[in-house]
């Protein structure tokens, strides 16, 4: 581990149809791949949160809509996409939500998402409303964000051995079947942070199964309507070099592809 390899930006795997340009939180959004719940979009206008539930391939996300100006939103409507091939992989049904804000006031919103199979894009929700600015003047609000549902939410934490490990890690030995990257640290290399970060991923945090213990590694299944994806992942940090190199292994290679981009933004 000497010498960086160039990598892909984990906002290279998402490919929304070139929507990156026009929404507000294409690089935000890569904070809550290890977290479920935060602010998705903040101005002097509006506050959007959001709190993220998961049960194997089902989610549930809650969105909350805050109203921080001294005029009522009016025509909010909120309205979820799942653009080009997401369209059948990822299915959003969201609940109404009334087209009257008032000032100073939040209101919820229920979107059940189901993962009918593997997906590398992220869903949107693009928010419109009109209201009455400080100087007294008609304004429209319509701005598209990015909801954190990836496909790495849908992870069940996978209990095993060192040899149940490294059995399944060789039989996952074709190229097509691994993603590496090899970077430079970012961030601190405490073991503790990263230990924290890696377990917020969703896969088990598997202890003693390594022979290097400076290493970590998980295992974990994503969970689809169609079917279940077994995958493995390996964290070599190299604390004298400040670098880490990170492989993934699936039986699908556009999981372990993406799981190794969104990962590797995190460290």
Not at 4 to 13: D, R, S
Not at 60 to 67: P, Q
Not at 174 to 197: G, L
Request: charged share 20%.
């Amino acid at each position: 581990m000497t010498a960086a390899t160039a990598t892909t930006p984990a906002n290279g795997a998402f490919d929304n149809g070139g929507l990156h340009g026009d929404v507000e939180n294409r690089t935000d959004i890569y904070k809550f791949v290890l977290k479920q719940n935060g602010i998705l979009y903040e101005d002097e206008v509006i506050q959007i949160g959001c709190k993220l539930e998961t049960q194997a391939h089902c989610a549930r996300l809650g969105m909350f809509y805050g109203n921080k100006t001294g005029a009522d939103f009016t025509g909010f409507q909120p309205l979820i996409d799942c653009p080009g091939a997401l369209a059948a992989q990822l299915k959003a049904q969201a609940k109404p939500v009334r087209p009257v804000i008032e000032k100073g006031a939040q209101v919820q919103q229920l979107i059940n998402f189901i993962c009918v199979q593997e997906f590398t894009s992220f869903p949107t929700i693009r928010v419109s409303f009109s209201y009455t600015n400080a100087a007294g003047l008609p304004t429209s609000f319509n701005k598209t964000l990015f909801l954190p549902i990836a496909l790495t939410k849908f992870f069940e934490a996978t209990a095993m051995t060192s040899e149940q490990f490294f059995g399944r890690w060789r039989q996952l030995s074709q190229p097509v079947q691994e993603s590496q990257k090899i970077f430079n640290a970012r961030q601190p290399m405490e073991t503790d942070q990263v230990r924290t970060k890696l377990q917020a991923l969703g896969c088990a945090l598997l202890k003693d199964v390594d022979p290097n213990p400076e290493n970590f590694v998980l295992a974990g299944i994503i969970h689809t309507q169609v079917q279940q994806i077994g995958t493995l992942v390996r964290l070599e940090p190299n604390k004298q070099a400040k670098m880490y190199r990170l492989t993934v292994r699936s039986s699908r290679d556009t999981v372990s592809k993406l799981v190794c981009d969104l990962l590797a933004e995190q460290f």
